[in-house]
């Protein structure tokens, strides 16, 4: 699995990494055996970060991992976690002793004393761009609670007033083959100010998996039923935003453009992979197949079958998606 650098910090990470949104909650039910599952053979096939949050399954995904790594000693994984999403979204909630009590849960829930990532989990624009965020955060490094910071963001104004920061390590943010715009200014603006750039949604919720039609249902509590309009959190984040069935056309369209012998999802994450300014791209995986079809797609990063792909993306975007997802996020 090809590595690279995690901004400014000296670590390398996999270029493809691993999403742990479904070891927590809002995808269905996933047992703790099937996500350790996940969790090893996305280890044993060269994946070296895991990204979580303290909400996935308030504190489940994060206890989950900090099990399964206590068992190996000098496993070399990062974890990224994220914080602030247990307090209503207003700027006045985001304060020093709010991170202090925050990544101390996650500390624990991790089992470590100081956790290697932590990225403000999508706040208002208003705590991206206080002075005050920013100086809470280098206190929290200063005193060993954590070793580097970074910012996951639902637009792309968002993510250019984090990469202005000097301290930040990476900006999080939705890219995909239905999320162009981040190509626009945030992926050249990352690698100028050499802040990382992990690629969340990669596969829109698994519009681009391939296998979903028209008369695919979700469970109840699948974020793909109760948010497709943005009820619960931002809709950006299902379906990255996408009409259900105009991604389904998409998809449709862009899997005739894949390279020989590869599927949909896996030239998906290439692809995202291979765009200059992005470190790592973390998909999903809710059972040991889909994790090792996840990594296994980083052996097609950069490969030349890829070009293809590329004008596909691009002209489908253009023609059904640009006017509807260019303007927002």
Not at 197 to 213: D, E, I, K, Q, T
Not at 238 to 250: C, H, I, P
Request: proline share 5%; net charge negative.
């Amino acid at each position: 699995m090809q590595q690279r650098t995690l901004g400014r910090t000296g670590r390398t990470v996999s270029v493809v990494g691993l999403g742990t949104w479904q070891l927590g909650a809002d995808w269905g039910d996933v047992s703790e055996d099937d996500a350790l599952a996940v969790l090893e053979a996305s280890a044993e096939a060269g994946v070296t970060l895991f990204d979580t949050a303290d909400v996935y399954g308030d504190g489940r995904s994060e206890s989950i991992i900090g099990r399964f790594l206590a068992a190996r000693p000098g496993h070399g994984i990062t974890v990224a976690t994220k914080m602030g999403r247990r307090v209503p979204q207003e700027p006045e909630n985001y304060t020093a002793g709010d991170f202090r009590a925050w990544t101390d849960r996650s500390r624990r829930n991790l089992g470590v004393d100081t956790l290697d990532l932590v990225q403000l989990h999508c706040p208002p624009s208003e705590v991206i761009e206080s002075d005050a965020t920013y100086d809470a955060l280098d206190d929290l490094v200063a005193t060993g609670a954590i070793a580097a910071y970074g910012v996951s963001v639902e637009t792309t104004a968002q993510a250019l007033a984090a990469i202005a920061r000097p301290n930040v390590t990476n900006v999080q943010i939705i890219v995909n083959p239905f999320r162009l715009k981040p190509l626009d200014e945030v992926l050249p603006a990352a690698a100028a100010a050499e802040v990382a750039v992990f690629a969340r949604v990669p596969l829109a919720s698994g519009l681009l998996s391939g296998h979903y039609s028209r008369d695919t249902e979700f469970a109840a509590d699948d974020h793909r039923s109760y948010n497709r309009n943005g009820e619960a959190f931002d809709r950006g984040e299902t379906f990255s935003g996408v009409d259900f069935e105009t991604g389904l056309a998409a998809a449709s369209e862009l899997t005739n453009a894949v390279p020989a012998g590869a599927t949909l999802p896996a030239a998906s994450l290439a692809w995202i992979a291979s765009l200059p300014g992005v470190t790592s791209v973390i998909p999903g995986a809710r059972n040991v197949r889909q994790a090792v079809a996840n990594a296994a797609a980083g052996d097609l990063v950069g490969t030349p079958g890829l070009s293809d792909f590329d004008a596909a993306v691009r002209d489908v975007y253009d023609r059904r998606l640009r006017a509807d997802i260019h303007p927002q996020w």
